[in-house]
């Protein structure tokens, strides 16, 4: 009988471990589940990004599209007009300025804090805003600028840049 009394008293040193290894195995999981939520996090935020940049690509798409059928009109820093040229006969200006008030709504629209310019420029990749485009009017290459303001901190800070020939 000594030898069973041993068994029993080696069996009670042993008492809780197993609940210690259970919490141990919760943290572990606990900081798997945050690392998992971190990494979804940045794969949306990351896709939103995406998002807004195939959005300026199909805006500056349009907007040359836009100037090579309307050959006649000066694109180069061309102000909006409020003309509705698709109810009303236009001349070629009026008509760049009735694109150029188009594009703009859908840049604001489709861009958080979209704006663009489209001018002729020889230093296409300069230029941080649309009052600070750095156009310089020579040549005939035209180029598009769009900023919008990627990470929602009130500054736009993404810039995509096209240019293109009439």
Known sequence: MPLRNANVS???????????????????????LLGLAGLQSTSLRN????YFRSQATQLAYDISDRVRANSLGNYDNQ??????????????????GYDLSQWNNQLRNQLPSGEG?????????????KTAHNCDG????????????DDHDGAATQRFVMSFQP
């Not at 310019?117 to 805003?129: A, H, L, W």
């Open 47 to 50: 896709n939103q990004s995406a």
């Open 117 to 129: 310019v489209v001018c002729k420029d020889r230093t296409p990749t300069d230029g941080n805003s």
């Open 10 to 32: 080696t069996a009670n040193n042993q008492h809780g471990f197993t609940l210690i290894e259970v919490l141990i195995a919760v943290v572990i999981l606990a900081l798997g």
């Open 79 to 96: 102000a909006e007009t409020n003309s509705n040229c698709l109810a009303d006969t236009c001349t070629p200006a009026q008509m760049a």
């Open 138 to 149: 020579q040549g005939d290459t035209y180029a598009v600028k769009i900023w919008w303001d």
